[in-house]
């Protein structure tokens, strides 16, 4: 399995392969569940390489460390999925 890093990688850099709508789920330690959020509205800092950022619906800042991210989807369907969540994903 390729790497969170690799795969948005991709998504970003190969025009034909991002061609579609992407959301990405990350794992939310306070709410102990997975978020989803469009790949449009993620924004990422070319000195950070290990996180993503975003804002949430409050308005605020976050910086998303690359390891909480556990899902993306493609056209609404799942192209990837972080193993340990795949087993935890209905227990949230």
């Known amino acids: 399995?390729?790497?969170i890093?690799?795969?948005l990688?991709?998504?970003?850099w190969d025009?034909?392969?991002?061609?579609?709508?992407f959301t990405v789920g990350y794992y939310d330690r306070v709410e102990?569940?997975?978020i989803l959020v469009p790949l449009v509205q993620v924004?990422?800092?070319p000195n950070d390489h290990y996180s993503l950022q975003l804002t949430d619906a409050a308005g605020e800042p976050l910086s998303i460390p690359l390891h909480r991210v556990c899902e993306v989807y493609r056209n609404g369907e799942i192209i990837w999925r972080r193993?340990?969540?795949a087993a935890r994903?209905?227990?949230f």
């Open 89 to 91: 994903k209905s227990g």
């Open 32 to 34: 102990g569940r997975i």
């Open 15 to 21: 025009p034909e392969y991002g061609r579609g709508e």
């Open 43 to 45: 924004r990422f800092d």
């Open 5 to 7: 890093r690799e795969l």
């Open 9 to 12: 990688n991709h998504i970003r």
């Open 83 to 85: 193993e340990r969540f």
């Open 1 to 3: 399995m390729i790497t």
